[in-house]
Nanobody, 109 residues
Framework: QVQLVESGGGLVQAGVSLRLSCSAS?????MGWFRQVPGKDREFVAA????????AYADSVKCRFTISTDNAKKTVYLQMNSLKPEDTTLYYC?????WGQGTQVTVSS
């Protein structure tokens, strides 16, 4: 069974960086990161094509977050810089038809 497993979340202070990882047991294809605050819809954060050539970002994270992929490691990364308290929430990895279990990011002010 193909699975997505996120890691790298944690509790950090505002302004620092974190790197999230998403390990895809079936290999990386077109992948994305989403986040969801309790009580709200899951929102798009970033996406990357299978070969890494095409990337897209939500306006709220553009210039701060960078998505990348390592096909040999079957892993997609989300480098998050200059973190803000409003970035606090669960982050999910997404592949068509699949979601990971989420990893919590908490940014204190």
């Amino acid at each position: 069974q193909v699975q997505l497993v996120e890691s790298g979340g944690g509790l950090v202070q505002a302004g620092v960086s974190l790197r999230l990882s998403c390990s895809a047991s079936g290999g990386t294809t077109n992948m994305g990161w989403f986040r969801q605050v309790p009580g709200k819809d899951r929102e798009f954060v970033a996406a990357i094509s299978a070969n890494g050539a095409i990337k897209a970002y939500a306006d709220s994270v553009k210039c701060r977050f960078t998505i990348s992929t390592d096909n040999a490691k079957k892993t997609v990364y989300l480098q998050m810089n200059s973190l803000k308290p409003e970035d606090t929430t669960l982050y999910y990895c997404r592949e068509i038809g699949l979601w990971g279990q989420g990893t919590q990011v908490t940014v204190s002010s």
